[in-house]
């Protein structure tokens, strides 16, 4: 293909139009363009310009291009007019043909006939691909893979108003976390329910410290990942915005869990009310997609003191009624209590077998105990912060 078509080409995309605000596809556009008006010297500086951009990702066009376009959100893999259209389809298909083109690429192709070509210039690295048969493989699996930046990433943030993808997330594992099985086990049923589209309800993990919960739901989310399930982590102070968040992610192929750790409130927070509204869900109803999980050290979410009870309230019952009630709205309340010794042990002896730690069992018995009572009593983190200073050295 010509350099002249080949940039007509770019700057006429119509299905992927977003990818022109891709910095290295944007990059490639502005070398194209210089070269089509045939300055060596401007050519020779957006030629550059390109090449440290890709560098800066990748020495391969080839591999750059195709992951960029198979991980584009666009009208098509949407679902939004897929199969109505056979105008779209037909220009989806020759874009995709026209990226298998620009995916090979080279320098030695922009520098044929130039006058005084950029030999200091090393070029980048192409290799074959097939971006359109590999595009319309993800468009069959999006339900599992998604788009975009959830094609990449499963794990998120809230950052004003807006996802922000965890680049390295928890890499906590079920089978790295004994002792709470059973307690897991229904969180996992829901979550199971909720990829399947069956009714799935929002959780509450309640209990003390250090007991696991937090971890649960990390570990839950990194199992279902390959299955289409997304975390998305939420703060508290950050309640108000999820309305909005939950409306864009409704029409997501893909399953979404809005965690929220560490929940409590006072009596007066605002933000009671917000959490009230998402767990209600709007005149629409709560997407199906969509599941709130919680963890709380409090049972009934609200920090409340002897004052509040001898406040002025008139109807300060109902007022205390309407403040515990927040706790019902979760379908499902799991509670993760402290262990108790037998429990502990058990909890020591796995962690100890996944760090390899060898110890006689009376005497990992015995210095978990004594270790517990110095770091304020029983719990999961205590047992694996022992277990990790016995791999240490400390007590060995």
Same mark, same amino acid.
């Given at each position: *293909?010509?350099?002249?078509? *080949?940039?007509?080409?770019?700057?006429? =995309?119509?299905?992927?139009?977003?990818?022109?605000?891709?910095?290295?596809?944007?990059?490639?556009?502005? *070398?194209?363009?210089?070269?089509?008006?045939?300055?060596?010297?401007?050519?020779?500086?957006?030629?550059? @310009?390109?090449?440290?951009?890709?560098?800066?990702?990748?020495?391969?066009?080839?591999?750059?291009?195709?992951?960029?376009?198979?991980?584009?959100?666009?009208?098509?893999?949407?679902?939004?007019?897929? @199969?109505?259209?056979?105008? /779209?389809?037909?220009?989806?298909?020759?874009?995709? !043909?026209?990226?298998?083109?620009?995916?090979?690429?080279?320098?030695?192709?922009?520098?044929?006939?130039?006058?005084?070509?950029?030999?200091?210039?090393?070029?980048?690295?192409?290799?074959?691909?097939?971006?359109?048969?590999?595009?319309?493989?993800?468009?069959?699996?999006?339900?599992?893979?998604?788009?975009?930046?959830?094609?990449?990433?499963?794990?998120?943030?809230?950052?004003?108003?807006?996802?922000?993808?965890?680049?390295?997330?928890?890499?906590?594992?079920?089978?790295? =976390?004994?002792?709470?099985?059973?307690?897991?086990?229904?969180?996992?049923?829901?979550?199971?329910?909720?990829?399947?589209?069956?009714?799935? $309800? $929002?959780?509450? /993990?309640?209990?003390?410290?250090?007991?696991?919960?937090?971890?649960?739901?990390?570990?839950?989310? $990194?199992?279902?990942?390959?299955?289409?399930?997304?975390?998305?982590?939420?703060?508290?102070?950050?309640?108000?915005?999820?309305?909005?968040? *939950?409306?864009?992610? !409704?029409?997501?192929?893909?399953?979404?869990?809005?965690?929220?750790?560490?929940?409590?409130?006072?009596?007066?927070?605002? $933000?009671?009310?917000?959490?009230?509204?998402?767990?209600?869900?709007?005149?629409?109803?709560?997407?199906?997609?969509?599941?709130?999980? !919680?963890?709380?050290?409090?049972?009934?979410?609200?920090?409340?003191?002897?004052?509040?009870?001898?406040?002025?309230?008139?109807?300060?019952?109902?007022?205390?009624?309407?403040?515990?009630?927040?706790?019902?709205?979760?379908?499902?309340?799991?509670?993760?209590?402290?262990?108790?010794?037998?429990?502990?042990?058990?909890?020591?002896?796995?962690?100890?077998?996944?760090?390899?730690?060898?110890?006689?069992?009376?005497?990992? !018995?015995?210095?978990?105990?004594?270790?517990?009572?110095?770091?304020?009593?029983?719990s999961a983190r205590v047992a694996k912060q022992f277990i990790e200073l016995c791999k240490a050295g400390v007590f060995s």
């Open positions: *293909m010509h350099v002249q078509e *080949m940039y007509r080409r770019l700057t006429g =995309l119509v299905v992927f139009r977003r990818l022109l605000q891709d910095p290295v596809v944007a990059a490639c556009g502005e *070398m194209l363009s210089a070269r089509v008006r045939g300055d060596s010297g401007d050519f020779s500086a957006a030629c550059a @310009g390109f090449e440290a951009a890709l560098f800066q990702s990748s020495d391969s066009w080839s591999c750059y291009l195709r992951e960029t376009v198979l991980e584009s959100e666009n009208v098509c893999i949407r679902g939004q007019a897929v @199969g109505r259209s056979s105008v /779209l389809q037909e220009s989806l298909r020759r874009e995709l !043909a026209f990226f298998d083109q620009l995916s090979q690429l080279q320098l030695e192709d922009l520098t044929a006939g130039l006058r005084e070509p950029p030999e200091f210039l090393v070029g980048w690295v192409v290799s074959p691909t097939d971006i359109t048969r590999e595009y319309l493989r993800r468009m069959e699996e999006v339900g599992v893979k998604g788009y975009g930046i959830f094609a990449r990433y499963h794990v998120f943030t809230v950052e004003e108003g807006q996802l922000a993808p965890v680049k390295h997330p928890d890499p906590q594992r079920l089978e790295e =976390l004994p002792g709470y099985e059973r307690e897991r086990e229904k969180v996992i049923a829901n979550t199971r329910a909720l990829l399947e589209g069956k009714p799935a $309800n $929002n959780v509450l /993990l309640y209990g003390d410290a250090g007991t696991g919960k937090s971890s649960a739901i990390k570990a839950i989310a $990194n199992a279902f990942a390959d299955q289409g399930l997304r975390l998305v982590e939420v703060k508290k102070n950050q309640l108000y915005q999820i309305p909005d968040l *939950m409306d864009a992610l !409704a029409s997501n192929p893909l399953k979404f869990i809005l965690f929220i750790d560490d929940l409590s409130f006072t009596a007066n927070d605002d $933000n009671f009310a917000a959490l009230k509204a998402i767990l209600e869900g709007s005149v629409g109803g709560r997407a199906g997609n969509i599941a709130v999980y !919680a963890t709380s050290n409090r049972r009934h979410l609200i920090k409340e003191t002897l004052t509040d009870r001898e406040g002025d309230d008139i109807h300060e019952s109902d007022t205390r009624q309407e403040l515990m009630s927040l706790s019902a709205r979760f379908g499902l309340t799991i509670t993760f209590g402290s262990p108790d010794r037998e429990r502990y042990l058990h909890i020591v002896e796995e962690l100890a077998k996944q760090y390899g730690v060898e110890l006689d069992p009376r005497q990992l !018995a015995v210095r978990s105990e004594a270790f517990a009572v110095r770091s304020g009593g029983r």
